[in-house]
């Protein structure tokens, strides 16, 4: 259960397909835990873009009606959390623009690091923004390049951002996707039944569509796809990975496959490793759902201690309007999550959960299963302390209110009064995504940030 720290974008391409914006409607609502503030789609149809965009989630911004105006046989999608900008429809995603050389949709998922430096450097030379968007600085840096190729736009563009991006162009007639060269974020390549093309932010969304994986988009590569060719492999950059750690620890949904590995399978793992360097005698192993439930199985398969659900999470509350006094705080966490009474009474407990962000959620389901009857509750975190904030694609809270950067363990498990509290550790981490070398971002558990 997230404590405001949110990934939060998804990317979907279609390309090839002549229901290509129904495709691109049903790949986001498999993408829709990536973003819940708004939700967009541009098609193209060789003589036009069409955009439809709105704040709101995918079944409420789209309909058979307005899925009809977006004709063509390609499309991008886009779900969002805003991670730079505002709540704004303006800031919603695709970006479109009209330019000298027509007509073009832009969807990112990520967060350029020099954005401000590039922007002012924009305006400084005539350019006028409409939106506080990073991705905007891409429409204008296209806009002014003076290549005579889209293509060469693309390139001369992203050649002057830096930080995390995981991209999907639209023209008229050809469709681009473009990772940067940590690839941060994931970004893979399907095909679908009819022989087009789909890229999306998880592999989730091709199940969905009965899309076929490929392989993932390499960090640092341009795919482009054009009609009647097969997609044209260009790299831009050459690649260092540094993938996101935390698409397997908590963002990416279980049946996905990102960077190359089951999401499911590695939670697994992770909770496996930390039942190996962190045991406790006890008598129930329970997740904190839904994000501690894959780590929670490992666990319990790895100590030999019962499984159990022994929180029950209603999926069909959303805000509440109530003012925020802690009497209220406390009565919503109790409506999005129940004890199994009968389950807990009398017994000790191992609740697990993928991370702690400000402690707050953590000490009143704590409180909530000792008033269950629950003798011992002692809480396992199957990633490290969250220390530090992302500033490649996540929305985390600043230092000073991430809890692990201001008190030590001991102090968070007098904070969450918790009879014990462990982590998992980065190495025994690294282990369970199979990690052999330095190919994983971790700045958030260590502060040691890439670019």
Do not use: W
């Not at 400084?124 to 736009?153: C, P, V, W, Y």
């Not at 190996?276 to 329970?286: G, H, K, Q, T």
């Not at 499984?307 to 406390?330: A, K, L, S, V, W």
């Amino acid at each position: 259960m997230r404590e405001n720290m949110n990934e939060k974008c998804a990317v979907v391409g279609i390309f090839g397909h002549e229901e290509a914006s129904k495709l691109a409607y049903f790949s986001l609502h498999a993408l829709q835990h990536r973003g819940q503030e708004a939700a967009g789609i541009s098609s193209a149809d060789g003589h036009k873009v069409h955009t439809i965009k709105d704040r709101g989630l995918v079944m409420k911004v789209f309909n058979e009606e307005n899925l009809k105006t977006l004709q063509g046989s390609a499309a991008v999608g886009h779900t969002r959390y805003s991670t730079a900008g505002d709540d704004s429809i303006l800031d919603a995603q695709p970006v479109f623009a009209r330019y000298d050389l027509g007509e073009m949709a832009i969807v990112h998922n990520g967060n350029l690091t020099n954005a401000e430096e590039v922007r002012n450097g924009l305006i400084e030379k005539g350019a006028i923004f409409q939106t506080f968007m990073d991705t905007e600085n891409l429409i204008h840096l296209i806009a002014k390049s003076t290549k005579d190729k889209l293509l060469d736009r693309i390139i001369d563009a992203v050649e002057r951002i830096e930080g995390a991006f995981s991209l999907v162009f639209l023209s008229r007639t050809k469709m681009f996707a473009m990772r940067d060269r940590h690839g941060f974020r994931p970004l893979s390549l399907g095909r679908l039944p009819n022989g087009g093309y789909i890229v999306a932010s998880e592999t989730c969304a091709f199940d969905l569509v009965g899309a076929t994986f490929i392989r993932d988009v390499e960090p640092g590569e341009l795919i482009v796809f054009e009609e009647g060719k097969a997609p044209q492999s260009i790299k831009v950059f050459e690649a260092t990975p540094k993938h996101c750690i935390f698409e397997y620890v908590y963002f990416a949904r279980p049946d996905s496959s990102v960077f190359g590995q089951s999401v499911y399978e590695t939670r697994k793992n992770m909770g496996k490793e930390l039942a190996r360097i962190e045991p406790v005698e006890a008598d129930l192993v329970i997740p904190v759902p839904d994000g501690g439930v894959p780590a929670a199985i490992g666990y319990a398969q790895e100590s030999g201690i019962p499984y159990e659900m022994g929180i029950m999470r209603n999926h069909y509350i959303g805000r509440t309007f109530i003012e925020p006094t802690q009497e209220m705080r406390d009565l919503k966490v109790k409506m999005k999550l129940s004890p199994m009474t009968d389950i807990i009474k009398g017994k000790r407990v191992i609740v697990v959960d993928d991370s702690i962000v400000r402690g707050t959620t953590s000490k009143r389901i704590i409180r909530m299963l000792k008033e269950a009857g629950a003798s011992e509750v002692h809480m396992r975190i199957s990633s490290p302390p969250t220390t530090d904030p992302c500033y490649y694609g996540v929305d985390t809270p600043d230092k000073d209110k991430l809890i692990a950067s201001n008190m030590s363990t001991k102090e968070i498990c007098e904070f969450i009064e918790a009879d014990s509290l462990a982590y998992l550790d980065e190495a025994s981490l690294l282990r369970s995504v199979n990690a052999t070398d330095e190919s994983y971002c971790t700045a958030c558990f260590t502060g040691k940030y890439i670019v």
